[in-house]
C-alpha cells in the first residue's frame, strides 16, 4: 500500500474519490434528514450532526463490504482514462444540480456517465442493456411507488390522529407528537448509516477502477479498504457539511410544507419503497431492482403534499426534468469528455 501511494495515479484516484464523495454528500443528504429538518423535527445542526456521525459509522462497519469498481456490470472493462472521465463527468453533473438545489440521483449520473464512456469506447453492442433496462424501470417505478405509498399511509395515520384528537387530552396528543419526533430522528439515523455503507463504495470504487482497471476482490486486503471507507466517509461528511442545505432545502421546504406527521408519512414511505424494490424481489426470485433513494424520498414528499393539497408544480416539474436530464446529460458529457481527452493524448 505504501509503495501504491506513491504513484500518481494513485494520488489522481485519491482526489478524484474525494471530489465524487464531497458532492454524493452534497446533493444526497437531503434524503436522509431533510424532511425532519423541514418539519421542525430537528434543528438544521442537530440533523447534521447526526447525519456526520451515523454516516461514518455505517461506512466504517459496512462501507468495506460494498466498495466496488464504478460500472461494474455496464462494460466489461473500463480503462484508466475512462474511469477519469466518468468520475469527473458525474461530478460536473452532480454539482450543477446542488448549485440550484435540485435532487438527482448520483447513482443514475454515474450510470450516465460510464454508458457515455462505454458508447464511444465499445459501441452499443458493448453495453449490457438488460443492467440498464433494470435500472430505468426503477428509475420511472420508484417516485410513484413512493408517491402512491404516501398517499395510502397518509390517510391511515390522519385517520389515527384525528380520532386520538377527539378521544385524548392535548397533554397526550402532544406526548404523541413528541413520539413522532424521536421516530424521525431514528428514522434519519437508520437513512445515514444505510447511506454511508452504500455510497462510500460509490466514492472511493474509483480507486480501485484506476489501480487494476476493472474490479477487485473485496477479500484481498479488509485493512485497505476499511481506510479507504473512512476516506469516503470523510469526503461525504463535508460535501453534506458544506454544501448540502442546499437540496436539503428543496426537499424539507420547497416542495410543500411538512409537518411532524407528514414527514413521518414521507420518510416511511420512501424506506418500504426501498424495501419493496430490493427485499421483496430478491427473497422471491433471487434478484432486486436498483432503486434511487432520492427518487423514492422525493416521490414520497410529493404524496405527502398531495395528500395536504399543497404541492409546488414549478418545484416538482423542474426536480422530474433533472431526473429525465441526469443519464442522457451525463452520457452526453461523459462521451465529448473522453473523445476530447483521447484526441488530446493521442
Given amino acids: 500500500m505504501e509503495v501504491l501511494l506513491l504513484s500518481p495515479l494513485i494520488l489522481i484516484s485519491f482526489v478524484l474519490a474525494f471530489f465524487l ?9 437531503s434524503n436522509s434528514i431533510a424532511t425532519s429538518v423541514g418539519s421542525g423535527g430537528l434543528s438544521l445542526r442537530k440533523a447534521i ?16 463490504t460494498v466498495i466496488r469498481t464504478i460500472g461494474v456490470g455496464i462494460v466489461p472493462h473500463i480503462d484508466p482514462l475512462g474511469a477519469v472521465v466518468a468520475v469527473l463527468s458525474t461530478c460536473m453533473w452532480i454539482l450543477l444540480c446542488t448549485r440550484v438545489g435540485l435532487p438527482v440521483s448520483t447513482t443514475h449520473a454515474i450510470v ?9 469506447a465499445y459501441g452499443a453492442v458493448g453495453v449490457n442493456w438488460s443492467i440498464l433496462s ?10 410513484f411507488l413512493a408517491l402512491g405509498l404516501a398517499l395510502v399511509t397518509h390517510r391511515v395515520v390522519s385517520r389515527v390522529f384525528e380520532r386520538e ?37 460509490t466514492a472511493t470504487g474509483v480507486v480501485y477502477s484506476l489501480v487494476s482497471g476493472g474490479a477487485v476482490s473485496v477479500a484481498s486486503d479488509i485493512r485497505t479498504m476499511i481506510y479507504l471507507s473512512l476516506f469516503g466517509a470523510v469526503a461525504i461528511a463535508i460535501g453534506a457539511l458544506t454544501y448540502g442545505y442546499k437540496v436539503i432545502n428543496t426537499i424539507g421546504y ?35 431492482l436498483p432503486v434511487s433513494s432520492t427518487h423514492a424520498m422525493v416521490g414520497a414528499v410529493i404524496g405527502a403534499g398531495i395528500s395536504r393539497g399543497s404541492v409546488s408544480k414549478v418545484v416538482t416539474g423542474t426536480i422530474f426534468l433533472a431526473w429525465l436530464l ?21
Fill in 21 to 29: 464523495g464531497w458532492n454524493i454528500g452534497a446533493n444526497d443528504a
Fill in 112 to 120: 450516465g456517465a460510464v454508458l457515455g464512456y462505454a458508447l464511444v
Fill in 134 to 143: 433494470s435500472i430505468f424501470a426503477s428509475w420511472i417505478l420508484s417516485p
Fill in 49 to 64: 450532526v447526526l447525519l456526520i456521525a451515523f454516516e461514518i459509522l455505517g461506512s466504517i462497519l459496512i462501507g468495506h
Fill in 326 to 346: 441526469t443519464i442522457p446529460c451525463a452520457a452526453c458529457v461523459s462521451a465529448s469528455l473522453y473523445i476530447l481527452l483521447r484526441l488530446v493524448g493521442g
Fill in 165 to 201: 384528537r377527539e378521544t385524548r387530552t392535548l397533554v397526550a396528543r402532544l406526548h404523541a407528537e413528541r413520539l413522532l419526533k424521536y421516530i424521525l430522528a431514528i428514522t434519519a439515523c437508520y437513512y445515514a448509516l444505510s447511506w454511508g455503507a452504500h455510497d462510500v463504495g
Fill in 254 to 288: 420547497r416542495i410543500t410544507r411538512l409537518s411532524i406527521m407528514t414527514a413521518f408519512v414521507a420518510q416511511f414511505s420512501a424506506a418500504s419503497c426501498s424495501i419493496l424494490f430490493t427485499v421483496v424481489p430478491y427473497l422471491l426470485t433471487g434478484w432486486g
